[in-house]
């Protein structure tokens, strides 16, 4: 009798656990473009998929510029500037050296088995507008593409907008981490742009974008990691900011590779919500490397040996969600 009430309650919690990923998981495809990685990611039917809806992609050569909208200190920026210098030595591939720690640029490679090849990204401008053109906030979406603007769009740019963390911005924390669109160069021009925004989360909402390397908001409460670059708000936001890239270079008008529905689905890194390393389960991102110097976690290693956590991408020659760190 005690064995069939312990299969019934197991039943009823895995019903339970089921119910409650088809819910989470309908509310983030209907986010548009957005990057929430709190957003609990549990194991997904064989194989995942990412439809490609043969819209235009961003291929070949393009720039990253940087706009640092409010208060950032030399280091923050630092932090990211790296991170987007990292992804450059992807357009020539090769090899990780036996035992060495996997590689920003490698994390970018799977993006190259996108149709037409990915991408191949490297630094551009860095803007610094510490005085606030836009104001304090909070900044709507109007404001972010104005701002993005300014910065100078051109043909092979993708411009990142960066608010620091007492910049208000809307949905930010409510729905979103960031998110990316696009625009046209002018009223009569036919060219579109692609730009992107992040946001620094450590005041507004760490628990929800700076997960793991702080107490998630909802969800298993277990301890956060300790971040790479010892700054919870800034890690936080490279993550956001490397999915947000992944998803603007393989679906940056809205018709490249999504799931779910138009406008609203998941992309490359989102499908993948919540994977840092293998064996990830809610509340879990999964096995990583950790610096026994000062026990952070990370799974790539960028140019000056700096380290990263970023989030897992879908491969779509296995139609899989693949992470660096596989110990």
């Not at 030399?74 to 210098?85: E, G, N, T």
């Not at 411009?159 to 160069?185: E, I, K, M, N």
């Not at 390397?213 to 971040?227: A, I, N, Q, S």
Request: hydrophobic share 40%; glycine share 12%; aromatic share 8%.
């Amino acid at each position: 009798m005690g064995g069939r009430k312990m299969r019934a309650s197991m039943t009823t919690l895995l019903i339970r656990l089921v119910l409650t990923v088809a819910l989470l998981g309908g509310e983030a495809a209907r986010r548009c473009a957005a990057f929430n990685p709190r957003v609990l990611f549990t194991v997904k039917p064989d194989p995942i998929v990412l439809r490609d809806h043969r819209g235009a992609l961003l291929t070949g050569n393009h720039t990253v510029n940087l706009l640092f909208y409010g208060r950032f200190t030399a280091a923050q920026r630092a932090i990211v500037v790296d991170f987007v210098r990292s992804l450059s030595d992807a357009s020539a591939p090769r090899p990780e050296p036996p035992g060495a720690p996997p590689s920003v640029a490698a994390w970018w490679c799977t993006i190259r088995l996108y149709r037409g090849g990915g991408a191949r990204l490297r630094l551009g401008r860095q803007i610094i507008d510490e005085r606030m053109s836009l104001g304090r906030g909070p900044l709507s979406p109007g404001n972010v593409t104005a701002l993005a603007r300014a910065a100078g769009h051109h043909r092979g740019a993708i411009t990142a907008v960066l608010t620091a963390a007492d910049v208000p911005v809307a949905s930010f924390c409510v729905s979103r981490c960031g998110a990316h669109g696009h625009d046209r160069g002018g009223a009569h021009s036919r060219a579109r742009y692609a730009y992107l925004w992040a946001g620094n989360p450590a005041q507004q909402c760490p628990g929800q974008c700076a997960w793991p390397f702080h107490l998630p908001t909802y969800g298993p409460r277990t301890p956060p990691l300790v971040p790479p670059n010892g700054d919870v708000g800034v890690d936080g936001m490279v993550i956001s900011l490397a999915a947000l890239l992944a998803g603007t270079v393989t679906n940056p008008y809205g018709d490249g590779y999504y799931q779910g529905d138009a406008g609203a689905g998941l992309e490359a890194a989102t499908v993948c919500a919540g994977i840092f390393g293998t064996g990830s389960y809610p509340g879990y991102p999964g096995k990583l490397l950790t610096d026994p110097a000062t026990g952070a976690s990370y799974n790539a290693v960028g140019l000056g040996g700096r380290k990263y956590l970023l989030p897992a991408l879908w491969d779509p020659a296995t139609s899989q969600c693949k992470t660096l760190v596989q110990t």
